[in-house]
């Protein structure tokens, strides 16, 4: 799991810290923080991660807006995006999957939780 | 004129802001509070050194009645230092700094209102919430508009107190 990329977007310093520290606790070191959706989307244009990690309610750009226009990259259009959000309504989730986010998290979480999101989040599709 | 509702309050929105608050310190700060119940808001209390102030502003699904208000979190600063601790595994001796305090608070803040949200939904309330608003100073406390129903909590971890405020207009 070393080699695998992930961009972590969240205007908190501190959200990202977190998720900085328990990726690592569960293999995952390589990790690139964006501080908002417009900062996450100039670094996917610049270089290609494996996975997004994105907060929804940020400044800038949010999350969904996010999540959509990575999507209509080419070179994104596969790339698995897990939103981790306190926006947890049942119709939060159900317009997210439907623009292109594959995998949900409500805050807060821990890291039992990040840890089987990750792995289905990175199975191969069959 | 207000439009606060005090059934609502009690039966479905003060519930709804315990179980979030408590999930939130318990789950991300691995803290065990204890929730005192509210009590009306008294002119220039609770005080505190660090407050985070997330906006609502959404519906009663059943009558269209509208709900407008605000969440914030009250501490004292040493608490937010403990609080941030606890969530980073920062060590007892290391300095957190100011920036960092206020973002804790911020995101504490986020997602008590952000889980009330959820839990609301389901139950019969809809509302959005805003992004974090954090003050910062010694000794302040949160003035509200005259027609606003504002409402106290105490929270207690180890040996801090600090406070969740609601204000319904």
């Known amino acids: 799991m070393a080699d695998i990329k992930i961009l972590v977007a969240d205007d908190s310093s501190t959200m990202r810290r977190i998720l900085k520290q328990t990726l690592s606790r569960i293999g995952f070191n390589d990790v690139t923080e964006a501080a908002d959706g417009a900062d996450a989307f100039a670094k996917c244009q610049a270089a290609q991660f494996d996975c997004i990690l994105t907060d929804w309610n940020m400044p800038e750009m949010d999350g969904l807006e996010l999540a959509i226009k990575v999507r209509a990259m080419p070179n994104y259009a596969n790339v698995p995006i897990m939103m981790i959000t306190t926006e947890g309504g049942k119709q939060d989730v159900i317009e997210a999957l439907t623009q292109g986010v594959n995998q949900y998290i409500v805050k807060p979480f821990n890291q039992d939780v990040l840890q089987a999101k990750m792995a289905e989040l990175l199975k191969p599709k069959a | ?169």
């Open chain 2, 1 to 169: 004129m207000s439009n606060f509702d005090i059934n609502l309050f009690n039966e479905k929105l003060m519930p709804a802001f315990r179980e979030s608050t408590r999930e939130a310190f318990e789950t991300m700060a691995m803290t065990s509070i204890e929730i005192g119940a509210a009590i009306p808001k008294q002119k220039g209390q609770p005080e505190g050194a660090i407050s985070g102030t997330i906006g609502i502003s959404g519906s009663v699904q059943a009558t269209a009645a509208p709900i407008c208000g605000n969440v914030s979190l009250i501490f004292e600063k040493n608490t937010v230092e403990r609080i941030f601790k606890a969530m980073t595994g920062m060590g007892p001796d290391e300095t957190v700094n100011a920036d960092e305090l206020k973002d804790v608070v911020g995101e504490l803040a986020n997602m008590v209102a952000g889980g009330a949200k959820s839990k609301t939904q389901g139950n019969g309330v809809d509302f959005n919430i805003s992004l974090p608003t954090v003050v910062v100073g010694e000794k302040h406390h949160l003035e509200m508009p005259s027609n606003t129903k504002s409402f106290v909590v105490p929270l207690k971890a180890n040996s801090d107190t600090f406070f969740l405020e609601l204000s319904f207009s």
